[in-house]
């Protein structure tokens, strides 16, 4: 059975794109994999939370997690920073990564841009973190989005390098799980083509919002001046209603609206009120099992619990044959 890795930071709600582009997935890899999903709570350090943010934003995503249908009986769901032996290969990775290619490294480049200020050596070394994670349970694929195509990369290098160094085929080379075709993209409700909270918090529409949050922001969504001839081209951001309501609304509906845009006849407020009721009535679920996990502390101490001691097992094993091929020995 292949052997699935995937991490989320921490950093925050999930959005309707964090469930379509990654989390659906995961859903469905449990079933036929032997998979490792964790919640990168390390990793958001490097962006200082307090110590009750870096808890609660721990809480919200395992939360989430089990509301989105991941099942800690058949995956291994657990909290990164529960797992020290990540720590201990991130330490061991670092000696063999060199300056020059993670300054190379296109996400670091991005954060010397936009937080000139906080440079700091978690930055740095986020892509030997992630090859630790990776590489911990010895994993053949990681479902992860475009952007993180880089750091696994990275990850293929830091694991060949180790085995070439020491003579051994111990780590296999992960190759990341692109869902391709399936992948459906969510766009942004401020215009862009991807629903991102980093980006633009209002872009995105969280699975744990109430209703009146969702009709809000999706009456308040870009949209443009109207279609003034027939079968004109719809501009970007009345592209992504479309493409909103083809993913919640039905395919009738989404046809009466298409029809109406192409005989210049839409009203985009109209439109939106059908959209963000078909947006709460797919998300109303979601929320309700949010709300009851949210306040059921002893399952949660359960799943994180069950989780690390799945999870230790097997990144012990790994670093107990880690130590012995780097020559640790005791006396
Ligand atoms: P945001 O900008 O709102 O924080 P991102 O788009 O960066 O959201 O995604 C957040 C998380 O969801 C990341 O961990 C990312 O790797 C994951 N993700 C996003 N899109 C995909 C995808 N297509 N496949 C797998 N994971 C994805
Ligand atoms: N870097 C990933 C992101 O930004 C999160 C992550 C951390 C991850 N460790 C990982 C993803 C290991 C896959 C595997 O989304």
Redesign the pocket.
Known sequence: MEIVV????S?GNL?L??YF??IR?FVKMQEKNQCFFFIADYHSLTTHPTPEDLHNNVKTALVEFLACGLNPEKATLYVQSDLPEVSELYLLLNMNAYLGELERCTSFKEKIRTQPKNVNAGLLTYPTLMAADIIIHKAHKV??????EQHLEMTRTFASRFNRMYKVNFFPEPVAY??GEE?EKIPGLDGSP??????NENS?IFLADPPEVIRKKVMRAVSDTGPTKPNQLKSQPVKNLFQLMSAFSTPSTLKHFDDLYTRCEIRYGDMKKQLSEDIIAYTTPFREKIELLERDDIYLRKVAKMGAEKARASADKTIKEIRKIIGFKSF
């Open positions: 995937s991490g989320i930071r950093t959005h794109g964090n582009g990654a997935n479902p992860v989005g475009k952007d993180q692109n869902f992948l991807k629903m991102s909270k980093s980006e995105a």
